[in-house]
């Protein structure tokens, strides 16, 4: 290319750019293009547009990242208009790409020297791409608020979950008949599991520090208001409200889980108190992922009338609270409430349910946990 040519190019928009590609290069040689048009047309920092640089078929070609690194996005880049411009072309890509959809996928980009195709996770095209979008045929302002909805201003999580309460989210059933849908299924249960079990070990260790502080005080009433009678006892009364949820996980559920489990803790000395609060929290983390598993699975069964943690379910729920619409544990919570008069076992009470009570600590964990089953 010219000097004058290379000048013209970096005058035009991110889409001008695009079109005056040479496209006689190996295919992974134009990624950086496909990082420079994506985050200049969509408004993505350049390094929330991942492309991938190592051959072999594992990994999608793009990825857009939400401001949390969760891949909402993924695409494919193919050099030859062909692969988009016939119905069979496109099903045959959709059909060797799918395997990239993850949990927490929305939307699968297909792109092309001169064509650009949006589908939904279910293979189905996003409404104005029934037909791949011709690039040469559409100003660059036309194409960004055609691809508004892919935006990085809509790639954050809160704008996700409030599109999810509002059934406006695709939903597909979970895929359990093939071993490449399985192994997806597990990645998805293993990230919720373990953000989970981060957010959760946060949460009690604040509690911890709040039980502390609670045993600081009621020592300190102990010895500053020694023989007043009812003023002591009326103090204590008063803090041990306050306190209640702190006394019951420690002084009751913790002890009892140590009872039952604390044998088969493999630690010594010091160690072991920690150990038996790591496998506390990883139980109840685990036990709280299986119920929403088990929640979501009845639906896809028929085990159960209505949908209540997908296609809609949610919207319904939304439909008569205000202040709740973002307490994902108060979804859950309902919802196992009403199927556990059907279903007993699986939500009877138990140690567990304490994680229930953290004070909004593990809502954005919880609520991707339900937005990957959907």
């Known amino acids: 290319m010219s000097r004058g040519s290379s000048s013209s190019r970096q005058q035009l928009n991110p889409l001008g750019k695009w079109l005056s590609l040479d496209w006689s290069r190996p295919e992974r040689s134009y990624n950086p293009d496909v990082r420079d048009f994506l985050a200049g047309l969509l408004d993505y920092p350049k390094n929330q547009v991942v492309t991938e640089d190592v051959g072999g078929g594992g990994y999608p070609d793009i990825k857009l990242l939400t401001s949390e690194k969760v891949a ?53 095209a996003v409404s104005g791409f029934e037909v791949p979008c011709n690039l040469s045929e559409i100003t660059f302002d036309a194409l960004r608020e055609k691809l508004k909805f892919i935006s990085y201003e809509q790639a954050d999580h809160s704008h996700q979950w409030t599109t999810f309460i509002e059934g406006k989210l695709p939903y597909v059933y979970l895929k359990l008949d093939t071993p490449e849908t399985l192994d997806q299924l597990r990645r998805d249960l293993q990230s919720s599991f373990t953000e989970l079990g981060t957010a959760a070990e946060g949460a009690i260790a604040i509690l911890i520090q709040e039980y502390k502080e609670f045993k600081r005080q009621e020592q300190e009433i102990n010895r500053n208001l020694v023989d007043t009678g009812d003023t002591q006892r009326r103090a204590l009364v008063r803090l041990r409200f306050k306190f209640d949820f702190h006394r019951h996980l420690f002084d009751d559920l913790l002890p009892r889980f140590e009872d039952q489990y604390g044998r088969d803790i493999n630690a010594k000395g010091n160690q072991v108190e920690k150990r038996i609060q790591e496998s506390f929290v990883a139980d109840s983390v685990a036990v709280l992922v299986a119920r929403v598993l088990f929640l979501r699975l009845i639906e896809d069964l028929g085990l159960t009338k209505k949908r209540r943690l997908s296609n809609g379910g949610p919207q319904d729920w939304a439909a008569f609270v205000d202040q709740l619409t973002g307490d994902a544990k108060a979804l859950v919570q309902l919802v196992a409430e009403d199927v556990g008069r059907l279903y007993h076992e699986p939500f009877e009470r138990n140690l567990f349910d304490w994680i229930y009570e953290t004070n909004g600590a593990l809502d954005e964990a919880l609520q991707r946990l339900i937005l990957r089953f959907n």
Do not use: C, M
């Not at 119905?87 to 959709?94: A, M």
């Open 72 to 124: 909402w996005v993924v695409g494919d880049l193919k050099k030859d208009d062909a692969e988009l411009n016939t119905e069979s072309g496109r099903r045959k890509l959709w059909d060797q790409k799918r395997k990239y959809i993850e949990g927490l996928t929305q939307y699968v980009v297909f792109l092309t020297a001169h064509y650009l195709w949006i589908v939904l996770p279910t293979g189905d």
